[in-house]
């Protein structure tokens, strides 16, 4: 049982149980079918020219929005440091690359697995590298072309019998 103590605290309370009710409702599951050639593709962030903050990872494509990186290692020093999508990992391209989180790369210590998502207005089309990127000094701490996933195929085996 719940007991209000004033009618203010009345409005208040049904005030914050609406706009968590309407918060929910608004918040939809992204769905993510598993269509993109990148879909499995597995590769580990190399460093490009050297591995700064000690940043390192396995990088798998798991659908066409989500990817995993595991064995993270980043020391978390860097003052603006995300992972960051672009065309390629030429310094021109990771200058004209993008966030593909808007949260600063966590502090990892090599056994760290993330599991993280492409942001609603990107696709595996708009991404041909993933990498670690400081906004503020241009640096890239390392990086992963993506390429096709591995693929698998079948093979069916025809038995005809003559007699």
Known sequence: MVAFISSNSVTATMSTVGLALMLAHSVQARTCGKTHSYVGFR???????SRQHRFDGIVTILDDCHYRVEQYDYDATAPAAYFW???SLSFRDLKGGFRLQETLLPAGNGRRTLTLELPSDVSWDDVKAISGWCERFNAVFGGVALAAGPT????????????
């Open 43 to 49: 590769g580990r962030f190399e460093g490009l020219p």
């Open 152 to 163: 698998t195929t079948t093979t069916t085996t025809t038995t005809t019998t003559t007699t």
């Open 85 to 87: 999508g672009s065309k």
